[in-house]
């Protein structure tokens, strides 16, 4: 028999991906399978950035690379946060990572032990628990209210730190909500994280470029107060359709940075150093591509939020970023497993039911509206269907 570390009986995963291969079996097997269950923009890589990709394969960027990334990239990255953020950041501080998860994995690991708690948005990103899980420590839930467009309570969050505390998991946009925190709320927390010194902040902010509304992205490390204690996860899959190049980036406080080096170096070395040069073709070239896809997605956005609130049992706020609708499904009378399982088995839609995004997403289901309208709207009237057929 073989003995296994019993951390990994209490790692999680990532439904989505379950959902994916259900998803493709069916199709495969000639059934029509319209999939909003993986969240990743549908649009091909901008075409300066794939060609950036290539010129560097055939300039000979094919070795190691330092671990912690070419300078060349961290400075774009750099002037990117200026100009995006208002913000200067040493280089020395940003490490790039092969795409946006390996950072929360590395913030779980540097900060989470048996005895000490992690905060993380519930529902939220599922690796968060399980990364939280996998550290040892107590994963700590902070509930998200469809009332306040799914935003948290900063004085919830306050209340509940401990002195066990160390490190809270903050997500705007968000997945799966779709919901952007107001700058008020993110005032009060950073107002009252003052009478914690000794806790960390992890702000996830992967889907800062889709926000809609003209509203603008409220950035955490726009506070200064927080500098010696935020790791700021950003990266490219979702701003320029590049979720399978794999590359990401955090900005990590100073005294930090090395040991998320260090991680680095023992975890996978090096980004793909190709990669690494389209990412910053990415960064310094033109972005009108990232305007057109959110464009896309905010239209999408509005025909999708429309079609479910006029469904029975169904009603959906409007989610003010990111590319998912997470709509209410209670009045339905279905549980969200069970509604997501019909939908793929009798209706041909892939959807992510919301407890996969913790105990607190029961009752919803999230939607990805990275597809076409076309499918999104049949997608939409299956759905009609189904829901007419079961009341
Ligand atoms: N953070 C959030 C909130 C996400 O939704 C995702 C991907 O779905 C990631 C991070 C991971 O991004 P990447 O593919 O760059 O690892």
Not at 49 to 72: C, F, S
Not at 186 to 201: E, F, I, S, T, W
Request: net charge neutral; aromatic share 8%.
């Amino acid at each position: 028999m073989l003995q296994l570390a019993q951390r990994m009986s209490v790692l999680g995963t990532e439904t989505a991906f379950e959902v994916l291969a259900r998803a493709n079996k069916l199709a495969a097997a000639g059934r029509s399978i319209i999939n909003l269950g993986i969240g990743q923009p549908d649009f091909r890589t901008p075409a300066h950035i794939v060609e950036a990709g290539r010129q560097a394969l055939a300039d000979g960027q094919h070795g190691y690379t330092a671990a912690n990334g070419i300078p060349e990239l961290r400075r774009a990255v750099h002037d990117d946060l200026k100009r995006s953020r208002g913000v200067e950041i040493d280089p020395e501080r940003i490490v790039i990572q092969p795409g946006g998860k390996p950072t929360m994995f590395f913030a779980a690991l540097m900060f989470g032990e048996p005895g000490a708690e992690i905060m993380y948005p519930n529902p939220g990103f599922p690796i968060y628990e399980s990364a939280i899980r996998f550290s040892g420590a107590t994963p700590v839930p902070i509930p998200l209210y469809e009332e306040t467009g799914f935003s948290f309570s900063a004085e919830e969050v306050l209340r509940k730190i401990t002195p066990q505390t160390r490190l809270i998991i903050l997500n705007s946009p968000a997945n799966p909500t779709g919901g952007v925190v107001p700058k008020a709320e993110l005032d009060k927390l950073v107002n009252g994280l003052a009478r914690h010194p000794n806790v960390a902040v992890m702000s996830d902010e992967i889907y800062s470029r889709l926000i809609y509304d003209n509203q603008p992205h409220v950035s955490l490390l726009g506070y200064p107060q927080l500098q010696d204690r935020l790791i700021l996860l950003d990266g490219w899959s979702k701003t320029y359709a590049m979720t399978g190049w794999r590359l990401g980036y955090a900005v990590w406080p100073q005294d930090l940075a090395p040991l998320a080096t260090k991680l680095a170096v023992n975890d996978h070395s090096c980004v793909n150093a190709a990669t690494q040069w389209a990412g910053i073709a990415a960064l310094d070239g033109p972005q009108d591509d990232v305007e057109s896809m959110r464009r896309a997605f905010d239209e999408r956005r509005k025909v999708i939020v429309e079609e479910l609130n006029a469904m029975p049992g169904v009603r959906c706020v409007m989610p003010g970023g990111a590319f998912y609708a997470f709509p209410n499904i209670k009045g339905t009378g279905l549980a969200s497993a069970t509604l997501q399982d019909k939908l793929l088995n009798e209706a041909g839609v892939a959807v992510i039911a919301g407890t996969s995004f913790g105990a607190h997403g029961e009752g919803y289901l999230r939607f990805s509206y990275a597809n076409s309208v076309a499918n999104i709207r049949e997608a939409m009237r299956r759905m009609r269907a189904l829901l007419k057929a079961i009341a």
